[in-house]
């Protein structure tokens, strides 16, 4: 069984068969981000129409922590498909790409590069 201790703000150290881990999380219940390892996983509570990939309402992306804006792909009007990354962030010294959920087109861009953004700050909506 897995060992789970806080060692810092948003930082928690897994131990699990010998083997000790660190994973940061950040975001709000119901819309976390954790990274490990260099990769990242999002957990979020999603309302979707049945039978249908695409969730209701507004649909954006946001940055998952604090953050600096080191690229930005995603331009208005621009289609893009699901998994493609729209905007790449460095935090803690990472670079964190964040990728679209879904296929569909860029509306507005609400950052540029070397903007500071907080935790779930919309960066870019999309149709």
């Known amino acids: 069984m897995a060992k789970v ?3 810092g703000p948003g930082a928690y150290r897994v131990e699990d068969d010998g083997r000790i881990e660190i994973v940061y999380v950040a975001g709000p219940r119901g819309d976390t981000w954790a990274f490990w390892n260099g990769d990242v996983f999002h957990e979020a509570a999603t309302v979707e129409r049945a039978g249908s990939d ?7 992306l946001s940055s998952p922590m604090p953050a600096t804006i080191i690229k930005v792909v995603g331009v208005p ?7 493609e990354t729209l ?4 935090a803690m010294k990472m670079e964190l790409p964040i990728a679209a959920e879904h296929d569909g087109i860029v509306k507005a861009v609400h950052c540029r590069e070397g903007d500071l953004v907080q935790a779930g700050q919309t960066l870019i909506e999309l149709e």
């Open 77 to 83: 009007g621009m289609a893009f498909t699901r998994g």
């Open 87 to 90: 905007v790449v962030v460095e």
């Open 54 to 60: 695409r969730p209701l309402g507004p649909r954006m």
């Open 5 to 7: 201790r806080r060692v």
